[in-house]
């Protein structure tokens, strides 16, 4: 049925695996001002609190029980099993989608297990925090590496690719985003545009100006297994997962 799959994931789908959302009640941003660790700026002004911020991330996805869930491993299976072009996208700078085995996948705000070199723009994967001894091997003398992320007001990665797949895909499927950061929250636009069936998995109901053809209201964890398994066999995706 589908030949080109596009999928974008956001934070509900790290969510079962025990890492905190952004904007759902205890999510980060109530804890964080995003002013101050998610921009340019904030870190430019305070690289200690900003490093603190991404170091504590860096542990707890290292700490035993935050493993992918069934959602991330219905996505590597997907890739693996569908016959036909796959482009998984993740908002997500975890790394359980490749945990999970997912291979064909771009981190478009970046990956928490990276540093980079603010100079060259190398990235150098952590074996130690973020800190003033933390340089970079690539220039003399070292530079203090950055987290790999993308912060507001700075270019996401890979999107050239993105566009590209987008305009190219008849099914795009979005899980557990809140569609309100850019240019993310605009690809179900693009995926429309161009004729796409375009779906949104996602534990709130939809928003009354929902631009998705189709929403599925639920856990990713207990949707995707049951989705994934829908597309392989062939089926269009109906409301009934
Ligand atoms: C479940 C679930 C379960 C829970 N199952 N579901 C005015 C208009 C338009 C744009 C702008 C504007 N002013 C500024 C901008 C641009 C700005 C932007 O979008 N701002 C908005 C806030 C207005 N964007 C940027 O600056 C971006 N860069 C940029 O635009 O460059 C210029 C450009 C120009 C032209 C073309 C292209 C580019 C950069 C954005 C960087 C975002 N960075 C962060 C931090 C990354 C590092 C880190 O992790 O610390 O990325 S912010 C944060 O939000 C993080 C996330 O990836 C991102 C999205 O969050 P997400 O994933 O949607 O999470 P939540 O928490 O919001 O939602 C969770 C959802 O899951 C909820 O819906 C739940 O219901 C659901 N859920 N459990 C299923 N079990």
């Keep these: 049925m589908y030949k080109r799959i ?85 908002q997500n700078i975890d790394n359980l989608h490749e945990r999970a085995g997912s291979f064909k996948l771009i981190h478009m705000h970046g990956e928490l297990v990276k540093g980079r070199c603010p100079q060259s723009g190398q990235t150098f994967l952590l074996t130690e925090p973020f800190g003033p001894d933390h340089l970079c091997t690539c220039c003399i003398p070292g530079q203090r590496l950055r987290p790999h992320v993308v912060w507001f007001g700075e270019m996401p990665l890979g999107l050239d690719r993105i566009q590209f797949a987008l305009e190219e895909c008849d099914l795009f499927i979005a899980i557990g985003t809140s569609g309100t950061v850019y240019p993310a929250a605009g690809f179900v636009d693009t995926a429309n545009h161009h004729g796409a069936h375009t779906v949104e998995v996602n534990l709130a109901p939809p928003a009354r100006d929902s631009e998705f053809q189709l929403h599925l209201t639920g856990k990713a964890g207990e949707i995707m297994p049951t989705l994934v398994g829908q597309i392989l066999s062939g089926e269009k995706i109906s409301g009934s997962c």
């Excluded at 200690?48 to 869930?69: H, I, M, T």
């Design 6 to 90: 596009v999928v974008l994931t956001g934070a509900g789908i790290s969510a079962e695996s025990g890492i905190r959302t952004f904007r759902d009640q205890d999510g980060l941003w109530e804890r964080h001002h995003i002013e101050d660790v998610a921009t340019p700026e904030g870190y430019a002004r305070n690289k200690e609190l900003v490093e603190a911020f991404y170091n504590d991330r860096w542990q707890q996805l290292l700490s035993a029980g935050v493993e992918p869930n069934p959602a991330h491993l219905a996505l590597a299976r997907l890739e693996k099993e569908f016959d036909g072009e796959f482009l998984l996208i993740t």
